[in-house]
């Protein structure tokens, strides 16, 4: 069974850092491609962040140059860290993995960045 766990939310003010983690139930290298989400109140869910088994990282505009993906093989863990935060990074972050052409989702974790 794939299970996907998110933690590392929380309060941050404006500047501020966090790393989400994203526990896997099976190997990363599984996945073809494990991404992070967000979704903020009355919007539409957006991907942020990608990793493909490849190594290959994918960013949004808006983060590029503050947050970083990246995996643990041996944890069966990515990562996304989050630096600078502003106000408008907040949302509910979800990890997301596309295992044989079926993409699974964690539960989501909060990040609320104000002061």
């Known amino acids: 069974q794939v299970q996907l766990v998110e933690s590392g939310g929380g309060l941050v003010q404006p500047g501020g850092s966090l790393r989400l983690s994203c526990a896997a139930s099976l190997s990363i290298f599984s996945f073809k491609v494990m991404g992070w989400y967000r979704q903020a109140p009355g919007k539409e869910r957006e991907l942020v962040a990608s990793?493909?088994?490849?190594?290959?990282?994918t960013y949004v505009d808006s983060v590029k140059g503050r947050f970083t993906v990246s995996g643990d093989n041996a944890k069966n863990t990515v990562y996304l860290q989050m630096n600078s935060l502003k106000p408008e990074d907040t949302a509910v972050y979800y990890c997301?993995?596309?295992?044989?052409?079926?993409?699974?989702w964690g539960q989501g974790t909060q990040v609320t960045v104000s002061s």
């Open positions: 990793r493909a088994t490849n190594g290959i990282t």
């Open positions: 997301s993995g596309t295992y044989w052409g079926r993409d699974y």
